[in-house]
């Protein structure tokens, strides 16, 4: 589990680099390749207390939301 967790920190680290460059210098393959290295660093990161974190908060924040807009 901890090798999960490094390749999931290292990912983090290139999502992060690759977000911050300006959206005019990418091409359409270089956002196909970051989907791609979102998508696994997603799956990798699933099953960790951390990602269980991630989706209990996102879970509650999309619940606020459905509230929210019902009458």
Known sequence: ME?????A???AVI?????RRR??????ND????VAIVLVF???IAPTAFGHGVADVVGQLAQGVTR???P
């Open 3 to 7: 090798l999960t967790i490094n390749i």
């Open 23 to 28: 959206t005019e210098a990418r091409s359409r």
């Open 9 to 11: 920190v290292l990912l």
């Open 68 to 70: 929210s807009g019902s």
């Open 15 to 19: 999502i992060v680099l690759r977000l």
């Open 42 to 44: 997603g799956i990798l």
């Open 31 to 34: 956002e196909k390749l970051t």
